[in-house]
């Protein structure tokens, strides 16, 4: 059975939208650079070890981009880990869903895509590079 691994939202500020979801929630935030010269601010929704993943049960972390033109995604969505992100976005068309962003290697990290449901909702494919 496949995962919910993270969640992302999309927004017009960062600086603003971290002092929002901090100040509302606790919640603690890290910036990463990316290579295309974005940033991306992972969310710490609980207590994380030592390579930020969660460290007790109960709660999924997050991360947050400033909206693009050229990323599907625009408001918030679930990311779902897979294990084989070929075999996936194969079903995901078999289903009558649509891909709106192919394979993407993120950072020697993972694999990630993104895809629409058959309702119009927009899933994030997350693979583990090992």
């Given amino acids: 059975m ?5 969640f992302e939202i999309a927004v017009d500020d960062i600086s603003r939208a971290k002092k929002f979801y901090e100040s509302l929630f606790g919640w603690k935030t890290t910036e990463t650079p990316m290579p295309d010269g974005g940033v991306y601010v992972g969310i710490q929704t609980g207590p994380v070890d030592e390579q930020s993943k969660p460290s007790e049960s109960g709660y999924i972390g997050g991360g947050m981009f400033k909206r693009d033109a050229h990323l599907p995604m625009s408001g918030v969505a679930i990311a779902i880990t897979v294990e084989n992100l070929d075999a996936t976005l194969e079903k995901v068309k078999a289903a009558d869903g649509t891909i709106l962003m ?4 993120i950072m020697g990290m993972g694999l990630y895509a993104y895809m629409k449901d058959t ?10 590079l090992k």
């Fill in 2 to 6: 496949d995962k919910v691994q993270h």
């Fill in 102 to 105: 192919g394979k993407t290697e």
């Fill in 119 to 128: 309702e119009g909702n927009v899933v994030g494919l997350w693979q583990n």
